[in-house]
């Protein structure tokens, strides 16, 4: 999808797999690819489907008219498939978009994908880069500090932040959250709910 369509700047998605996992940030590995791409993962928050409304409402169409009942062969379902697409994209109008069809409004991301997902690298003279251990900790002041076993071997940044101390943890372009001397996680400023990480567990 990426290199027929290009990078877009955000790739939004519920909070299951893979799009999402149980260490810091929610990172799973499919989330890290997606860093690395240089794309951006953004998450609605649990049991809110009215949060991707838009992409809810085209599955729904989808299921209606191209699934319920199901074809009795496979290539007869592509077939299904493929002539919901056109009719989507190309005919139907949409009430989002002044009632034209999307096709009319389209235009592929200027950001191209040239099929590497690049190790991030990171510039600065007051930061700090650590390498991710296998079981996906960081040696911290001291401390084992647990981040996500999707980063294990990633490099990632620590960049001080106003308060004395306490550090921005980052993978890539992407704020993961504030760790603090005692190896303890606080949310980025800002941050909603959803993405509150838990204090770091030791191991």
């Known amino acids: 999808a990426f290199r027929e369509y290009g990078l877009p700047e955000l790739l939004r998605s519920d909070s299951g797999q893979p799009f999402a996992g ?59 498939f493929a002539a919901f697409v056109r009719q989507f994209n190309e005919e139907r109008p949409h009430e989002a978009l002044g009632q034209v069809p999307p096709a009319r409004c389209y235009q592929p991301s200027p950001r191209r994908y040239r099929g590497q997902l690049l190790e991030p690298q990171y510039d600065g003279t007051d930061i700090t880069v650590l390498r991710v251990r296998p079981k996906g900790t960081i040696r911290w002041h001291g401390h084992e500090v647990f981040l996500s076993e999707a980063l294990s071997g990633e490099p990632i940044c620590l960049e001080p932040t106003a308060r004395d101390g306490v550090m921005q943890l980052r993978f890539g372009h992407v704020p993961l959250a504030l760790l603090t001397p005692g190896g303890k996680f606080e949310p980025l400023p800002g941050a909603r709910p959803r993405q509150r990480p838990a204090a770091a567990p030791k191991v």
């Open 22 to 80: 149980p260490g810091l940030h929610g990172l799973s590995r499919f989330a890290v690819k997606v860093i690395k791409a240089g794309v951006t993962p953004e998450r609605i928050a649990p049991g809110k489907p009215q949060q991707n409304g838009r992409h809810e409402r085209m599955h729904r169409s989808l299921k209606l008219e191209a699934a319920r009942p199901p074809a009795a062969t496979w290539r007869g379902q592509q077939r299904r």
